[in-house]
């Protein structure tokens, strides 16, 4: 898993949700994410090693955002 995640902030594009791994999110939440725009570009397992989603907006962060 890539440390460099920064799961316990506000997400950058709301502001109010919490950027959640892999798993952390349910199988509902999971599905959601395989349906994302960001799908069509990059493999699933990619992903789930290297991503974080907000489940409030369901912004996407690569963990290579700017640190604020």
Do not use: H, I
């Amino acid at each position: 898993m890539n440390s460099d995640l920064n799961t316990d902030k506000n997400c950058p594009r709301c502001g109010e949700g919490r950027l959640r791994t892999w798993s952390e999110l349910d199988a509902d939440e999971q599905e959601v994410v395989r349906r994302l725009p960001q799908a069509r570009y990059y493999d699933l397992e990619e992903r789930q090693a290297t991503r974080s989603w907000c489940t409030r907006c369901w912004y996407e962060s690569t963990g290579n955002e700017a640190q604020a």
